[in-house]
């Protein structure tokens, strides 16, 4: 019997993390016995290579905006576990969590008898915890973001009444395939029959396969740039502006985050809003869209955590997000010197993204490696990359390379601490 908070996380984190062949029958089996909480609710499903983080921030506050109650379902947490399942931005309560945790322990205990490969996985039990507490509380609309790909993501017995594929770029290659056509086809699971689709910015190839599945699924599908517009307007300071236009609306809209990727996650999220005002027949307000977009913030993207010197943190894990900070960095900052502190999990695509940061003139990139969040999941070995390359430095641990560069930056200079959202989170948790 689970008696405290701690211990309900031990048993969450003690779970396995994957099972080698992927099936929704173990989480259906599980939510049945559980009553299903989740048929009950109204859900926003949201999948994607980037960004699906700062496209629930934003769709968060234009529901929260328009007097709406909003539960989300986010990872990875950036200060606590708890914050991955949050009601109006406050995370679960540790007596809530204890209590759907102490109930849903034993079933799960039994299908670790039952099942021939073990019970559930953690991120199925977390799932569940979070189906469990909405089911509970009943919020209007729930944003749910996939763990991994989409088919077969633990999520993905939900009826959404809203799907949304953000981004699709190469990452988790070792589950969803090695072509953008795979991972496309991954991520298009989450289309339901008849139900809308708001898809961002992808490239071709994926859109291709991402049309095709919705075609074929009669799903109304919102594309980027055809059904839904976006002008970047010129710059007064390093925070982006630009022109929406969707059908009849049209607004200029400025975002208090950092970064050109913004401009994308924030029109997703537009134009997230405007389909489903029209499925629960809510009047869409201009005002209150630009104020909450406005207001919008996300921890560990772009997030300046210390002012003099500057410091940022960016959780940019892949080689498409590599590619949008390095936009940032050649848009905002080309005429300062930038100190990245980069930290790469070992599963990922390090060399590649170190190599495309050291292009960029501007940069000196120094190399460490943190407590990643599992022994599954290594940092890498600084050495298997300093091996190909002597144009960066490395250091044993971050806060050596902290001291090191704050010592070098003039106030001009920025740091960047950046290559993994676990690394970033832990060096967010420092300074704060």
């Given at each position: 019997m689970i008696k405290n908070y701690e211990e309900a996380l031990s048993f969450i984190h003690g779970r396995q993390k994957f099972k080698k062949i992927p099936i929704l029958d173990r989480m259906s089996r599980l939510m049945a016995q559980l009553g299903n909480p989740q048929d009950s609710l109204k859900m926003v499903h949201v999948t994607g290579t980037n960004g699906k983080g700062s496209t629930v921030a934003y769709l968060t506050s234009i529901l929260l905006e328009q007097g709406l109650s909003v539960g989300t379902f986010t990872s990875p947490f950036i200060t606590r576990f708890n914050e991955r399942v949050s009601l109006n931005r406050n995370p679960i309560s540790n007596e809530a969590l204890l209590k759907i945790v102490q109930e849903i322990e034993p079933i799960i205990l039994d299908m670790d008898q039952a099942d021939i490969d073990g019970g559930p996985t953690e991120f199925e039990i977390v799932t569940a915890l979070m189906f469990m507490y909405f089911g509970q509380i009943q919020p209007d609309i729930v944003i749910v973001e996939v763990g991994i790909g989409g088919t077969y993501d633990s999520t993905n017995i939900i009826l959404p009444i809203l799907s949304i594929i953000t981004t699709v770029g190469m990452d988790h290659m070792q589950i969803l395939g090695d072509t953008l056509s795979e991972i496309a086809d991954q991520k298009a699971g989450i289309i339901k029959p008849k139900i809308p689709v708001v898809l961002g910015n992808v490239p071709d190839e994926a859109r291709l396969v991402i049309e095709t599945v919705a075609n074929k699924s009669q799903s109304e599908l919102s594309e980027w740039q055809k059904d839904y517009q976006v002008v970047t307007n010129k710059r007064t300071s390093i925070y982006p502006q630009y022109t929406f236009r969707s059908g009849r609306i049209k607004m200029q809209l400025e975002l208090s985050m950092v970064g050109e990727f913004q401009i994308q996650n924030s029109a997703i999220a537009i134009q997230s809003f405007l389909k489903l005002s029209q499925v629960l027949t809510m009047v869409p307000s201009i005002k209150s869209m630009k104020k909450a977009i406005k207001e919008t913030r996300w921890p560990g993207r772009m997030e300046l955590i210390n002012e003099q010197p500057a410091i940022f943190i960016d959780g940019a894990h892949n080689?498409?997000?590599?590619?949008?900070?390095?936009?940032?960095?050649?848009?905002?900052?080309?005429?300062?010197?930038?100190?990245?502190?980069?930290?790469?999990?070992?599963?990922?695509?390090?060399?590649?993204?170190?190599?495309?940061?050291?292009?960029?003139?501007?940069?000196?990139?120094?190399?460490?490696?943190?407590?990643?969040?599992?022994?599954?999941?290594?940092?890498?070995?600084?050495?298997?990359?300093?091996?190909?390359?002597?144009?960066?430095?490395?250091?044993?641990?971050?806060?050596?390379?902290?001291?090191?560069?704050?010592?070098?930056?003039?106030?001009?200079?920025?740091?960047?601490?950046?290559?993994?959202?676990?690394?970033?989170?832990?060096?967010?948790?420092?300074?704060?």
């Open positions: 080689v498409p997000a590599i590619d949008a900070l390095i936009t940032t960095i050649e848009t905002d900052f080309s005429q300062q010197q930038v100190y990245l502190i980069v930290a790469i999990l070992a599963d990922k695509q390090a060399k590649k993204m170190v190599d495309k940061l050291l292009r960029l003139p501007n940069v000196k990139v120094i190399l460490t490696s943190f407590a990643a969040p599992y022994k599954q999941r290594p940092s890498i070995d600084t050495t298997d990359i300093s091996e190909h390359s002597t144009k960066f430095d490395t250091v044993d641990s971050w806060q050596d390379g902290l001291v090191k560069v704050t010592q070098e930056m003039s106030s001009d200079d920025i740091l960047i601490f950046t290559g993994s959202l676990y690394f970033i989170s832990e060096v967010r948790n420092y300074f704060h």
